[in-house]
């Protein structure tokens, strides 16, 4: 697998964003519209993202697009606000990547996958990963609820010793917890 030898350098992910599948569903702008909506719903994302995530969440989130080419003042691969940016550049679509990523993640288990596509989804499921539908997942962001995989909420929120019920939802320090059990 190509991406296996990049990907695993450096902090794995705990966030993996399918991008057009979350940014909500929008139609190109009519007639007399300029050519940077796409842009500007991207960057919404990254923004919405900035806002509501933890310094150390955002810094393991990637975000990948579906792209024949990145934009003009980019390469495939970058990173805003702390944010991964990737553009699936040389995939038939996004959907690929996203595939090849899930299966390099050297800890699975503390993956938390958006995305509504079901092959996305069976993907993070088979490697034990925690699959979430987009639309839901980004409701509950702005509503200032976080939600990871549940051996990372766990950890973060002290919940699941015994129960086996952690619910996924991250508020409050998360700094502090993840730095208090390794993350």
């Not at 697998?1 to 705990?14: D, E, I, P």
């Not at 057009?20 to 007399?32: D, F, L, Q, W």
């Not at 509501?52 to 080419?69: E, G, N, P, S, Y």
């Not at 390469?75 to 553009?87: G, H, M, N």
Request: net charge neutral; aromatic share 8%.
């Amino acid at each position: 697998m190509r991406l296996r030898s990049r990907y695993n350098r450096g902090v794995s992910l705990l966030l993996l964003i399918d991008g057009y599948n979350v940014i909500p569903p929008v139609a190109p702008p009519g007639r007399g519209a300029d050519d940077h909506w796409l842009h500007r719903e991207r960057m919404q994302l990254i923004d919405r993202l900035w806002q509501h995530l933890d310094d150390r969440v955002r810094r393991r989130t990637c975000v990948v697009f579906d792209a024949r080419q990145p934009p003009r003042d980019r390469s495939a691969r970058y990173e805003l606000k702390d944010i991964r940016v990737w553009f699936a550049v040389g995939y038939p679509e996004a959907d690929d990547l996203l595939e090849e990523i899930i299966a390099a993640h050297s800890a699975p288990k503390q993956l938390a996958v958006v995305s509504s596509d079901h092959r996305v989804q069976a993907a993070a499921r088979r490697r034990g990963a925690t699959a979430f539908d987009s639309d839901v997942w980004l409701d509950q962001l702005m509503d200032g609820k976080v939600r990871l995989a549940p051996s990372v909420q766990a950890k973060i929120s002290g919940e699941g010793q015994g129960s086996g019920d952690a619910k996924p939802e991250v508020g409050g320090d998360v700094d502090g917890w993840m730095e208090e059990f390794g993350f």
